[in-house]
């Protein structure tokens, strides 16, 4: 059975086409389930729609959530559609996040860190300064807002855990693995699920997130494992999914998951 939990549309104002786009493609691609998981707006934020790039405005979710429902009972039979959505995590701001969220009926919420010490985990250019000590310090920081964000009951599925190499792969070399593995232990012992996303191949990195040495390491501390594409477009729903299954068996996992109704369902591999 095969799946995508992590598909964004036109509202978030950097992706294109439509949810209906997005659950068609889903339909082409053999999926059973597809998961719509567009990103939150900003809710702190005194303005309507702080970034018209990044986010949906606040007065689109509920109209978000009413066309995912709709296309949920006008699809049933023949795909399942699940009402997801991605939510940046900031400490400051997570019972906000969490109680705004709360009104509405999510299958599943995906728990992101895109944003470090103020400011985005894609910019490369925030790295040409800093030191080593600096540059760990740094790593250090986004792994304990992962961890943190997985401590906070908020989420079923935590987003592309190594994406600060996106456009930066020389992260991946920073030495963190101490801090690395606590915030897999964590996630582990709160029984949240991390994303095999493969969006990193639209990124300088490649490939897809995170590494297998990742992976390997999650499968030690017994953290259950999802899949996302992170589609911005209907062409990229499902893209690499038969491969991220494979390389999963080879490392060791038998079954992955997703999320109905917040309730784990278990696929084998």
Known sequence: MKFDLHTHHF????ADGSIRDYIEAGIAAGLSVIGISDHTPYFASPSEQAFPRIAMAKSEIANYVDEVLSLQKEYAG?????LGIESD???QHAELYRTTLAAYPFDYIIGS???VEGDSIFNKSRWKKLGPKQMH?????YYR????SARSGMFQILGHIDAMKGNYPNFSQIPAAPEIDECLRVIGECGVA??????GGTKLCGGWYPSDDILERALHFGVEVSFGSDAHKPSRVADQQGAVAARLKEIGFTHWVYYKQKEKQTVAL
Do not use: M, Q, W
């Open 11 to 14: 509202r978030c104002g950097h």
């Open 78 to 82: 023949t795909i399942d559609v699940l």
């Open 89 to 91: 995590y900031f400490p």
């Open 113 to 115: 860190v895109h944003n």
């Open 137 to 141: 310090a740094v790593k250090a920081e």
């Open 145 to 148: 807002l992962i961890t943190e």
């Open 194 to 199: 991390i994303e095999i996303n493969t969006s």
